[in-house]
């Protein structure tokens, strides 16, 4: 059973990524649907990181781990290299929750 899912999975993602190639003399979008394209895949990439960041499952994830990425996002920000804005959020989070808060 789960290897039929895998299967229909992987022939629905091939096949959609074949009909964009397919398609693309075909379909021709709007000077504004071309502007607005690229600000909505950034929503839906900020919506996802922000669930993320609230949500653990479908429990609220506690302090510890929004607080950490306020942390990495205030370094990424201020334009810190990756390495350190990665370890000083997981730092973050893993001290505050070793202090008790979740």
Request: aromatic letters at 2%.
């Given at each position: ?15 959609m ?11 021709h979008?709007s ?72």
């Amino acid at each position: 059973m789960l290897i039929a899912a895998v299967i229909v999975l992987g022939i629905g993602t091939y096949t959609m990524r074949l009909g964009g190639v397919l398609l693309r003399e075909r379909l021709h979008l709007s000077d504004s649907i071309q502007r607005l394209l690229p600000m909505a895949a950034a929503a839906l990439l900020t919506a996802l990181a922000a669930t993320s960041t609230i949500m653990a499952g479908s429990d609220l994830a506690g302090i510890a781990r929004p607080t950490g990425v306020a942390v990495g996002a205030l370094l990424a920000w201020r334009r810190a290299p990756f390495v350190a804005v990665v370890i000083a959020a997981a730092a973050t989070a893993a001290l505050l929750r070793l202090a008790g808060i979740p």
